[in-house]
């Protein structure tokens, strides 16, 4: 068993998107609902770095597409995460889509191909 002494910083960031994603999870429920936002709201007090994390982003928006959440709480949840930014993201869209582009602008068309024949 660890001391609390011997936690390191990202043991107590992941413990704390946990709590985060389980508390998200909670307000799919409508029984503690003000209850969860408060603690959220708390945790965003906080802790504020944990809600710009885009993983977490990620994961918590899979989650609340393949439940039922009212339209209410959706909004909450995505105001929680406001302030992420998305450059990192968008840097590897472009990546991909360059790597893309170069491998079907270097090897020779299946269209044209067809047509040679």
Not at 46 to 58: C, G, M, P, R, T
Not at 90 to 113: C, D, G, I, Q, R
């Amino acid at each position: 068993m660890k001391l609390s002494a011997d936690i390191t910083a990202d043991e107590i960031k992941s413990i704390s998107q946990h709590e985060v994603f389980r508390l998200i999870q909670k307000l799919g429920c409508s029984v503690g609902v003000k209850t969860h936002e408060t603690a959220l709201l708390i945790l965003k007090e906080k802790q504020a770095e944990i809600f710009n994390s885009v993983d977490l982003y990620n994961k918590v928006i899979d989650t609340i597409s393949c439940c039922r959440y009212r339209l209410t709480t959706r909004r909450f949840i995505q105001e929680l995460f406001q302030d992420v930014k998305f450059t990192e993201v968008y840097t590897e869209a472009h990546e991909a889509l360059n790597k893309v582009t170069m491998a079907t602008s270097t090897s020779p068309s299946t269209s044209s191909s067809i047509l040679v024949q």
